[in-house]
């Protein structure tokens, strides 16, 4: 057996590893397999670290914003001052506590008013680094599966990409490889709307003939199967002839580089946004979206 | 302390060991501050922690074999935590490529300086994407921008991050 010489062995093994994971590249494109088994080891280990950074960070901004960058105004003695900065403190707290409530009532409205849409609330616990996307505190055993739906009150946010015991990962609405179906709200023009990797949307397959507004606000269409109808998905920010098709991009409604608290649309079948007064008439599909677990409601 | 060279021109590279569980540790602190950073201070996703942590360990043990697996371990979990979208490799092969350049420089060079890491961690920073556009545009067949100015501000930024988070990991090492 030839021997190798120590100087080369690291360079053999580098080699070795890079061939493995080419392979294990390879097989992935080639059978369409996410490694599923690995991610979930890996998410279901690192996310309740997530979720406590999260926390964490969360209580930082909150007392760096509303506590030391107001702090210079100060200028009573050093007792009073004291006494000052505590209160403070307690304020900034209560502030964040009081903004969080604010962002959950809203969600709690939006919720009510649909209450035919079975959906449930979950918060953004990190993000990805190469593609658009987020990680939610909630999975599985809440009800949450794969191509589920995912909103805020303000609009659409994207997808459910995959769903682990505890945790879901979301693709975003601006990344490349996402989309929904939408349409224009006036001209009830539809065309699928699309991300580039960018803050701004993409509508494309609107035909030049068409006429479109600047600011004229985008809806889904509902043809998805993913989203219901009607839900706001952003305004017209630019408008351009192209060939054949105009080239229109849209501004999100969605604040999708700010997300605390989303909607997760625990439904895989296609949906009917109702509004208060025909509620009654909501029928959910799918069974396990229709009683999703008691636990999991907020 | 520069333990590089003594006054015979002979090089004594020192070899830092590390407390037990540092390393473990220091990982997965940067991974879940990678996650958890950018959902309040958006502008914190320009940094690449687990490839900060990778060239210091590297540049630090000055072993090739251990800095390339150790990157290869950060780079699979950085894939792990990405999603679906990010194939198991991608960050794998370009953070095990970095982990091994890393430790061989390491061993060869002193990188205890805080100008020598700054422009060893930038062009780290450089290759590593080079190495993701790479895998992306041959293994992947995606079509991805070679340079922009975005990297450039990105590995200014992360070099400078790193001059600092360096010192702090030098609190790690066993005496």
Known sequence: MVAIPSRHKSLVLLAGVIVLQVLMLAVQIKRDSEGRLIRVWTVGAVSPFERAGSSGFGWFRTTWRHYFALQNTTKENEQIRRENDALKLQISQLQGKAAEADRLAVLLNFRQSHAGVPMIAARVIGTGTASLTIQLDRGERDGIRKDMGVITPDGVVGKVVESYPNASQVLLLTDKESGVGAMLADSRTQSPVGGQGEPLLVMKYVPNDDTVNLGERVITSGMDRIFPRDLPVGTVAEIKSGNPFKQIRIKPAANLERLEEVLVLLSLRPLEMKNEENTGDAQPHAPGAANPPQAARR | ?175
Not at chain 2, 37 to 50: G, N
């Open chain 2, 1 to 175: 302390m520069n333990d590089a060279f003594d006054i015979r021109g002979e090089s004594h590279i020192e070899v830092h060991k590390f407390r037990g569980g540092a390393i473990i540790v220091a990982t997965l602190l940067a991974l879940v501050i990678q996650a958890a950073l950018p959902v309040h201070f958006s502008k914190a996703a320009i940094l690449d922690l687990p490839l900060l942590v990778t060239i210091y360990f590297g540049l630090s043990r000055r072993n090739p074999s251990t800095g390339l697996l150790l990157g290869m371990v950060i780079g699979l979990l950085q894939d792990s935590l990405s999603g679906p979208r990010v194939p198991l490799g991608l960050y794998g092969i370009a953070k095990t490529i970095i982990g091994y350049l890393a430790s061989s420089i390491g061993a060869r060079l002193d990188t205890e300086h805080p100008a020598a890491r700054f422009a060893l961690t930038a062009a780290f920073f450089v290759a590593h994407q080079g190495l993701m556009v790479l895998t992306r545009r041959i293994l992947l067949a995606q079509q991805e921008s070679w340079f922009n100015v975005h990297l450039f501000v990105a590995a200014l930024v992360n070099a400078f991050v790193a001059v600092f988070l360096f010192l702090l990991l030098d609190r790690l090492r066993r005496n």
